[in-house]
């Protein structure tokens, strides 16, 4: 099983609607959560880190379930510059910061 | 602020030959690292550093060298590229927070 793990998608879905991905991990020892995002051909850059009692950053939503061991993202009233793969990150109390494969995600006008 | 440089953005090798990619950061970030991302494979480690004069191993570190002899400068050698190390590589750096800052990628093609 893999450390970090994403449904790749695609998910295609209309402007406006709201849209959730989840992000599972298998360390339950996991000290801290990101999410990222990376357009097509260029670099991931950090869309938001992920607290324990969750956090907001305008219509971007992250929640952290450690129960669960899972991360998410909501994105709502999507729109078209929303278009882009997500990936989720992980550090598993090391140096070393693990992604998942990320997430497909394309708004449909 | 130029953040993170990776060169060259594009890169073809013939099997068996050998190229450093360079990184360079002007953050003063104490760490720096390598991935490489594969359709379907994500962003893997390949290595990282602490600090100048410290080098560790990530997931994927076989057929690739690196050394820290700057703060500034990450290089990542291929000492006998082989068709399985076309990929995109990213270079990256960060402060304590875990907040990694990416290059923009350099794409090798191996033949």
């Known amino acids: 099983r893999k450390e970090v793990e994403q449904d790749p998608g695609p998910f295609n879905v209309p402007e406006g609607a709201t849209v959730a991905f989840n992000c599972t991990y298998s360390n339950s020892a996991s000290q801290s959560f990101f999410w990222y995002r990376q357009d097509c051909r260029k670099e991931p850059k950090l869309l938001m880190s992920?607290?324990?009692s969750g956090n907001e950053d305008g219509r971007f939503t992250a929640q952290l379930n450690r129960a669960s061991q899972y991360i998410s993202l909501l994105i709502r009233d999507s729109k078209l510059s929303d278009s882009a793969t997500y990936l989720c990150a992980v550090n598993f109390g090391n140096e070393k910061l693990t992604f998942g494969t990320g997430t497909r995600l394309t708004i449909i006008p | 602020n130029a953040g993170v440089t990776q060169t060259p953005k594009f890169q073809v090798l013939k099997t068996g030959q050998s190229m450093t990619l360079q990184c360079a950061q002007d953050?003063?970030?104490?760490?720096m690292s390598w991935y490489r991302q594969d359709p379907g494979m994500g962003l893997r480690l390949i290595h990282y550093s602490v600090g100048a004069g410290i080098t560790d191993q990530g997931e994927v570190p076989n057929g690739y060298n690196v050394s820290r002899s700057t703060t500034e400068d990450f290089p990542l050698r291929l000492l006998s590229a082989a068709p399985s190390q076309t990929s995109v590589y990213f270079c990256?750096?960060?402060?304590?927070?875990?907040?990694?800052?990416f290059g923009a990628g350099s794409r090798l093609t191996v033949l």
């Open positions: 953050m003063n970030h104490e760490y």
């Open positions: 992920v607290y324990s």
């Open positions: 990256a750096s960060r402060t304590g927070a875990n907040v990694l800052t």
